[in-house]
């Protein structure tokens, strides 16, 4: 593309218009800076609107989601994630936005109102109640259940260090503080806009490969697996106390394959082995006969998140 094609591209689309919803979570992984080449590299076909069905297996932030709501229309659209807290939060936004406002503007009232020792001592507070409340309610499946816990980990992902979502192995979320100025806790304009956004929206909890079922010929998917680490100190991937390894990596190109065989679009992003070892063909070998681009993404290159870094990274497509 020259430039001018790039400029009127990008004047096209607007991935987050004022009046839109934009991602509600910070998310580690969140693909918000890699939309304007995600948005290029999307099916022709949903341009034309011949697709009527979008899912995103791996939703976490759901950065693609929403910027795709925002541009596109879809007849169906489901999300799914490993992770229960997170789809019962995005479920609650979907039904329960009013309530959870409420609650959330309690909170930001409170967290204002406080100093910066007892803001973190406050922090530490929620944390535990958090936790708490989760293990009691974890096999509850009604909504209105997890409508406390939600508020609680918007806050916690608006206050805690770089809004991870990390827990340890029996499950309790264990991120520290993350002492931010003037965390927005409670943006009621991007709460109703994203609740909207989920509207008619099947919201699953569990594996990626539960959402077969839905995929037909006229479906496009989007999947943002937690990434292959580069390295045994870099990239974090602990989403939750399932780990996510190399026989899920193969899992899931064998399910990439299934998607292709339906006769549905798919586009995948990953790391790229070849940033550490030029001669790792991991994901070179899984996806053969597949499109593979190498794109440039500025990320984390250490464990801590205190270095920023350009590393190559993966867009896989099969059209
Ligand atoms: C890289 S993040 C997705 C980020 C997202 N694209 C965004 O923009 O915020 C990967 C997500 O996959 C989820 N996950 C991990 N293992 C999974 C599995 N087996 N099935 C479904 N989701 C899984 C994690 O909980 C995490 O939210």
Not at 71 to 81: G, M, P, Q, V
Not at 188 to 194: E, F, G, I, Q
Request: hydrophobic residues 35%; glycine residues 6%.
């Amino acid at each position: 593309m020259t430039v001018l094609q790039e400029v009127k591209y990008e004047r096209r689309f607007s991935f987050f218009r004022n009046d839109n919803a934009f991602p509600i979570l910070k998310w580690a992984g969140g693909k918000r800076q890699l939309l304007p080449v995600i948005h290029k590299n999307l099916p022709s076909e949903i341009h034309k609107g011949e697709i009527t069905t979008y899912i995103e297996p791996f939703f976490g932030g759901g950065a693609v989601f929403f910027s795709l709501t925002n541009n596109f229309t879809f007849l169906s659209k489901t999300i799914l994630d490993i992770n229960k807290a997170l789809m019962f939060f995005y479920k609650n936004l979907r039904d329960n936005v009013e309530p959870l406002i409420e609650l959330l503007t309690d909170i930001q009232k409170t967290y204002d109102g406080l100093n910066d020792s007892e803001r973190e001592e406050y922090y530490y507070s929620q944390r535990s109640i958090y936790n708490e409340e989760i293990s009691c309610i974890y096999s509850q499946n009604t909504i209105l259940d997890w409508l406390n816990p939600s508020a609680r980990l918007l806050f916690l992902n608006k206050t805690g260090f770089n809004g991870l979502y990390r827990v340890n192995s029996s499950g309790e979320f264990n991120v520290p503080f993350g002492s931010y100025k003037n965390p927005k806790i409670c943006d009621v304009s991007n709460l109703r806009a994203s609740s909207k956004a989920l509207e008619h929206t099947a919201i699953v909890h569990g594996d990626f490969e539960l959402s077969i079922n839905e995929i037909d010929h006229k479906s496009f998917v989007y999947l943002d697996p937690p990434y292959r680490p580069l390295s045994t100190t870099s990239s974090f991937n602990s989403y939750a106390k399932e780990s996510f390894d190399d026989s899920d990596q193969i899992r899931l190109a064998e399910f990439c394959k299934s998607i292709d065989a339906i006769g549905a679009k798919f586009l995948l992003s990953n790391s790229d082995p070849k940033n550490i070892d030029p001669n790792d063909d991991f994901f070179d070998k899984l996806y053969r006969g597949f499109s593979i681009k190498r794109i440039n993404a500025r990320r984390n290159i250490n464990s801590d998140g205190s270095g920023r870094g350009i590393v190559s990274e993966l867009l896989i497509k099969n059209y």
